[in-house]
């Protein structure tokens, strides 16, 4: 019975990641026709989107290398782009924390915008899941997204440069966001974390190596805490 249910949570979590795929595809093409025109060939190109696995950080280091930025610098503004996962990772401890460490491991490496969004929303409306529900539901949200960006990220590399701009492919990455972040606006504190951050990437819009963004990160996650504790201390008092 458990290893149905947990099956069923698996399909659940694969129907809900399944819609990303028209993001993710349009998004990995992006990704592969920009490392050819970076100078990596494919072996590369497919070297770094399945180890590092993290759209924004490989384009952020792509660009700086481009650029020609020193290697510490590279590395530590990736790092500093992709620290939004920590942050993910800290919302889904105390929800899959107690999972055997390879299920988190595999959790870890697979844990992106996607599978999180859906995750941390489906955890929260039903917190009685299981610990193996919700690592099946986890595994199930990223089956969709994760095949389709490493195949897409090969067809970029490959087509490169002949792929046409008309076909407005950087058009990917802000629709999926605001895909994620909409299901998630349910109450006060979730808009106010959301405002703040909006609000800090815009005046740190020009930090150096994208700092910016951590900086808006921490920003909403303190606003959004302290919206929280407000709200629960006047719900104490009513």
């Not at 590395?75 to 992709?82: M, P, Q, R, T, Y």
């Not at 951050?197 to 020009?206: C, E, H, N």
Request: hydrophobic content about 55%; some cysteine; aromatic content about 12%.
């Amino acid at each position: 019975m458990a290893s149905t249910t947990s099956n069923s949570f698996y399909w659940r979590g694969f129907r809900d990641g399944a819609p990303f795929v028209f993001v993710a595809f349009p998004f990995g093409t992006l990704f592969g026709v920009f490392a050819t025109e970076a100078g990596l060939n494919i072996v590369q190109t497919m070297a770094l989107t399945s180890t590092v696995f993290a759209g924004a950080a490989q384009f952020t280091a792509l660009q700086l290398l481009q650029d020609q930025t020193p290697t510490a610098i590279i590395l530590v503004s990736a790092l500093a782009v992709n620290l939004r996962m920590a942050m993910y990772s800290a919302s889904l401890t105390p929800y899959l924390g107690a999972a055997p460490l390879w299920q988190r491991a595999a959790a870890a490496y697979l844990l992106v915008d996607q599978s999180y969004a859906c995750s941390i929303v489906q955890f929260e409306k039903e917190p009685a899941m299981t610990i193996a529900q919700r690592i099946a539901y986890f595994f199930g949200s990223a089956t969709p997204v994760t095949p389709v960006w490493i195949v897409a990220t090969y067809l970029g590399a490959v087509l490169g440069t002949r792929i046409p701009e008309s076909w407005a492919l950087d058009f990917a990455l802000p629709i999926a966001f605001l895909a994620m972040i909409g299901p998630m606006m349910r109450t006060l504190p979730h808009v106010v974390a959301a405002l703040v951050a909006i609000i800090a990437s815009l005046l740190s819009a020009g930090v150096p190596y994208n700092l910016g963004l951590l900086i808006a990160g921490c920003a909403g996650m303190i606003a959004g805490a302290q919206a929280e504790l407000i709200a629960t201390r006047k719900s104490a008092k009513a």
